[in-house]
């Protein structure tokens, strides 16, 4: 089993900066991708952003320029770099890994339960 865990949600004004953390542990075997989700509410999760096994990332075109994903293949861990923020910034943040758990298993798909970040003066 994988498990996910985000640290880094918090209330923050806006123009101001925030740093989400996502720690994946447990049967790790390889991580292909791991990314950052949100979901506001009365909306759908949406993808924020998300980095591959070999560096390249991806962004949803509300946040390029201001967001930065960034992975430690070492640690297992993906940071989400939140600059410039707005009000309608404001979600449920998930982070999200493919993770294949060991070498005759198929990649699945892990979630973390959320952290909630608040965009407001």
């Known amino acids: 089993q994988v498990q996910l865990v985000e640290f880094g949600g918090d209330l923050v004004q806006p123009g101001g900066s925030l740093r989400l953390s996502c720690a994946a542990s447990?049967?790790?075997?390889?991580?292909?991708?791991m990314g950052w989700y949100r979901q506001a509410p009365g909306k759908q999760r949406e993808l924020v952003a998300t980095i591959t096994s070999g560096g390249s990332a991806d962004y949803a075109d509300s946040v390029k320029g201001r967001f930065i994903i960034s992975r430690d293949y070492a640690k297992n861990t993906a940071d989400l770099q939140m600059n410039s923020l707005r009000p309608e910034d404001t979600a449920v943040y998930y982070c999200?890994?493919?993770?294949?758990?060991?070498?005759?298993?198929?990649?699945?798909?892990?979630w973390g339960q959320g952290t909630q970040v608040t965009v407001s003066s």
């Open positions: 999200n890994a493919v993770v294949q758990t060991s070498g005759w298993h198929p990649a699945a798909n892990y």
């Open positions: 447990g049967s790790i075997f390889s991580i292909y991708v």
